[in-house]
């Protein structure tokens, strides 16, 4: 068991973790943080995405120890009250959510490209969500979402 | 009727379920946890066909921290989605049939004992010769994969003819014979299959990752001998089926079983190979297809073999067998047909049922062989699918009826998105455009098995606080069924439908739906929805008219809001309404269900392919072909669908841009291929490839509404028919491109460096 302190969604927190739990786990299964999703527990697919220090990470491949002294946000972090994130507005607005299991990596990718890039062009957003996959959408209405997200994208969201 | 009447129909709706999703609150099965779950895992066959002789758990049951193990054996009971290939055990019991078969199930305290303990079990298995191609499966007598099986592997033989096919060929002017290949492919949807079961006192409830929860309520009453009312199946919020979760599987028997052994809860999460076992996807096809036609293009018959390799299990594919002729005579006219079709065992995990289930492999061959036929005649690809197109109101050769049909208008309209008459055979080499067409069926006309009852029933209970509650089974998958039902109850009742709340797909509390597959919910779910909502209206609103002093005819509620027509001056709330009718004495509640007309011929085989209402579809693709790496890229795909009319635009944009999406997948990256030896070659999302975003151009959908009859306010199917013609209209524009005709889908690069090299085709 090691202790872990780090920052998740603004609280800082300190942990116990297994030497070779991830991430995912820890926000899963030890802080009951459950929006963020495993769906290969590979890397491949990207449902697991939470943000480092502002950085999309898999936490699938990320070791909780790792975290030590990061800040990590998670899609439960992104909403203040019942006021949606612009992001998670525009996600909701243009149809970018079908079954819902690949939404918050793909929100939490997104967040992270505009906080960069507040004016991606299409191209660029596909470039930088390409390592989430959905399997419902056809990515249309996602890019879409991005699209009108950044048309309202405040500073420093 | 006209959108334009409609108060919230043909607008766009986010779905009501949308926020709970994007802000992680939403719970799907795995985010359940009960104290003291303990983690079920299930050992998997090394060997495609063997016997096995002797499982041995002493050393596993002596692990500390292994707190149950449960054998096939102590679940006898077969299980099956369809009645007549019930051909599954919970767990192998005498024999294992594909790499990847469970054959015993854990419960530990915490996953590392549970996988600890999975390599303590020693299981003695007989290894028996394996068959992994259908064509030698069909005549091997000596190995059997089902001792059931009257020849050799074959599951089943289906054949049908309608018209007069010898006289049809003898009229035609040209007769062009071609076969095909359709890989496997298989569903993926992100989530992986999870359960979690927990029996206390005598009752079993099962939390599952499920598109059927009725069928999977059935099935575990019966294998694990439980009454229906002593058995609770919840579908909690899914991550994507596409037929994937179509059916019962061996892990929600397991966890039930280790639940009932163990005392305590029990969950089964599938890692992502497991889910690639799992497969029952789409059913590999050979094909072989031969047509004739008049100078004009006008079609005299056709004919169709089709070899399915089922895989080792029935699952859904003698109705697979069945959609994969039945489905041909749609879009276009056909005079006489036949077909002849097998669905064959061998050593690989089991094909069923995906998006667009039956059709798409026939759909595939037959698109692009009617384009080979244009091609030989000198006529437009074009021209021919709308000299030969189905006509609304009439009846197919094979007694499907057909009331609504707009496949002109997507013909038109997909033809003009992607400027077929200033781009076909003008474009440079290399570029290229083509169009298929297609039809699908809005739910099946005959349940699963033989009952009268209703198909979909919904119940809406209506609160004095003016709250309004729909209660459906139907199965919300990610497609959207629970917001379809706000909507279709929130037009009915005059209520904002992002106000109503729908309790979904939980056997004890919500009216049976059949579940999510056929393309059904929305029609049949619809329909029971609007009816139950009528139900609700029928009650309230003489209450109203009597408060008002109005006629009931004049009474109008929007937005929650009654009046009355020409009295404007003369409102109630809803709410008001609700209290004024429950002080009669009841609460206010209404209660529909759909079962669709009796429909279909009497022929063997004519119970597949009947639906209250075809969708029908014409897609467009713009494609380039590299002729120095065979990489082909869809630059542009136009997707017309007839949809009967968009309830919800946004949702059923959504729906086909997504179908088509899951098609390109399947014409140019995916193969759900096994090696010799029956190891999956790809089981992982890196190795099998689905489409990401740089995969893809941006799906153009075209909603086009012939409004039909029967449907929901016009609605019909639009979630798997919109897949069906977009991978034939790839291959048609990559003939238009570089002059090749390519017949093996999927499409590979080495396949179109191959046929560039040999001049032309097969």
Redesign the interface.
């Known amino acids: 068991m090691i202790i872990v302190q780090m920052t998740v969604n603004g609280n800082p927190i300190e942990v116990g973790v297994g030497d070779e739990e991830t991430l995912l786990e820890t926000l899963?299964q030890r802080l009951g943080?459950?929006?963020?999703?495993?769906?290969?527990?590979?890397g491949?697919?990207g449902?697991c995405t939470v943000l480092l220090d502002g950085k999309p990470v898999l936490s699938c491949l990320t070791l909780a120890a790792d975290a030590q002294g990061h800040e990590i946000v998670?899609?439960?972090g992104?909403?203040q009250g019942e006021d949606?994130h612009p992001v998670?507005r525009a996600?909701?607005?243009?149809?970018a959510?079908?079954?819902?299991?690949?939404?918050?990596g793909m929100?939490l990718t997104a967040k992270a490209l505009l906080d960069t890039n507040p004016n991606p062009d299409?191209e660029t957003?596909?470039?930088a969500?390409?390592?989430?996959?959905?399997?419902?959408?056809?990515?249309?209405?996602?890019?879409n979402a991005v699209e009108i997200a950044a048309k309202v994208y405040p500073e420093g969201a | 009727m006209k959108t334009s009447s409609f108060s919230y129909v043909g607008k766009a709706l986010p779905r009501i379920d949308g926020v709970a999703k994007l802000t992680g609150d939403a719970q799907y099965t795995d985010d359940i946890h009960l104290p003291g779950t303990l983690v079920g895992k299930l050992l998997r066959s090394p060997h495609a066909h063997a016997l096995i002789r002797n499982i041995d758990v002493s050393k596993a049951e002596a692990l500390p921290g292994v707190r149950g193990i449960v054998l096939g054996k102590e679940a006898p009971i077969c299980f099956g989605i369809l009645p007549r290939a019930e051909d599954e055990n919970a767990l192998a019991i005498d024999k294992v049939r594909y790499v990847g078969e469970p054959v015993v199930g854990v419960a530990a305290v915490d996953e590392r004992t549970a996988l600890e303990a999975l390599k303590l079990v020693e299981v003695d298995y007989e290894l028996l010769p394996a068959l992994f191609d259908p064509y030698e499966a069909m005549t091997r007598e000596d190995v059997k994969i089902h001792k059931e099986s009257e020849v050799a592997n074959i599951e089943r033989r289906a054949t049908l003819e309608f018209g007069s096919v010898e006289e049809g060929f003898a009229a035609a002017d040209h007769i062009r014979e071609d076969t095909f290949f359709k890989a496997a492919i298989t569903h993926a949807p992100i989530e992986t299959h999870v359960a979690l079961a927990n029996y206390r006192d005598g009752k079993m409830t099962l939390w599952s990752t499920t598109q059927v929860p009725h069928y999977v309520h059935k099935a575990i009453s019966r294998v694990l001998e439980l009454p229906m009312d002593r058995v609770r199946v919840i579908k909690p919020t899914l991550g994507g089926g596409f037929g994937g979760k179509g059916e019962p599987f061996s892990y929600e028997f397991v966890a039930c079983m280790l639940s009932r052994k163990c005392g305590r809860p029990v969950k089964i999460v599938h890692t992502r190979e497991e889910v690639f076992m799992s497969h029952r996807g789409r059913h590999p096809m050979h094909m072989k297809l031969r047509t004739g036609v008049k100078k004009d293009g006008t079609i005299t018959a056709v004919e169709f073999q089709n070899l399915l390799d089922g895989g080792s299990y029935g699952s859904y594919g003698l109705v697979t067998l069945y959609y994969s002729g039945q489905l041909l005579t749609l879009p276009y006219i056909l005079p006489a047909y036949r077909f002849d079709g097998v669905r064959v065992f061998t050593n690989k995990p089991a094909c069923g049922a995906l998006r667009g289930h039956g059709g798409v492999g026939p759909r595939f061959a037959f698109e692009v062989h009617l384009d080979r036929i244009a091609t030989d005649l000198g006529i437009d690809p074009v021209e021919i699918r709308q000299k030969n197109a189905l006509k609304p109101n009439t009846m197919t050769l094979n007694e499907l009826r057909i009331t609504s049909c707009g496949f002109e208008e997507c013909l038109e309209k997909a033809g003009k998105a992607i400027g077929w008459n200033e781009r076909r055979g003008k474009l440079p080499r290399g570029r290229g455009v083509g169009i298929a067409g297609g039809g699908y069926v809005s739910g099946a006309n005959n349940a699963i098995y033989f009952n009268p009852m209703p198909h979909s029933s919904v119940n809406i209970s209506v609160d004095r606080g003016g709250g309004v509650t729909v209660f459906c089974g139907a199965s919300d998958i990610g497609q959207g069924s629970d917001t379809m039902l706000a909507l279709v109850a929130g037009e009915t009742l005059g209520i904002r439908p992002d106000t109503i709340k729908v309790i979904s797909a939980d056997t004890d509390t919500t009216p049976v739906d059949l579940g999510s597959y056929s393309s059904r919910v929305t029609f049949m779910a619809g329909n029971a929805c609007r009816s139950a909502a009528l139900e609700v209206r029928r009650k309230i609103v003489p209450i109203i008219a009597e408060k008002l002093g109005v006629p009931e005819e004049t009474v109008q509620i929007k937005d929650g809001i009654a009046s009355a027509q020409g009295h404007s001056e003369k409102t109630l709330t809803f709410a008001q309404a609700v209290v004024l009718a429950e002080s009669k004495g009841t609460s206010i509640y209404g209660s529909g269900g759909y079962t669709p007309p009796k429909l279909g011929g009497s022929y063997r085989g004519a119970g597949v392919g009947p639906s209250p209402a075809y969708s029908f579809g014409a897609h467009a693709a713009e494609v380039e072909v590299d002729e120095e790496t065979g990489v082909v890229r869809v630059l542009k795909l136009v997707a017309a669908h007839d949809l009967g009319l968009a309830l919800n635009p946004l949702a059923a944009e959504g729906q086909v841009e997504g179908a088509a999406v899951n098609a390109l997948g399947e014409v140019l990256l995916e193969n759900h291929d096994i090696t010799d030896g029956g190891q999956h070659a790809c089981p992982s999302l890196l190795e099998y490839k689905i489409p990401t975003m740089l995969d893809v151009p941006d799906v153009e959908a075209i909603l086009v509404e012939s409004v039909d009859p029967e449907g929901p306010f016009g609605a019909k199917e639009c979630g798997e028919g919109s897949l069906h013609p977009s991978i034939p209209a790839v291959v048609n524009a990559i003939y238009d491109a570089v002059g090749i005709w390519l017949h093996d889908a999927p499409i590979t690069p080495e396949a179109v460096l191959s046929a560039l090299k040999k001049g032309e085709q097969p």
């Open positions: 899963r943080l459950t929006g963020t999703k495993q769906g290969c527990d590979l491949d697919c449902s998670t899609i439960e992104l909403a949606l998670q996600f909701h607005e243009a149809g959510v079908q079954c819902g299991f690949c939404t918050p929100v299409r957003i596909k470039g969500l390409s390592g989430n996959l959905c399997r419902c959408t056809g990515y249309v209405k996602i890019v």
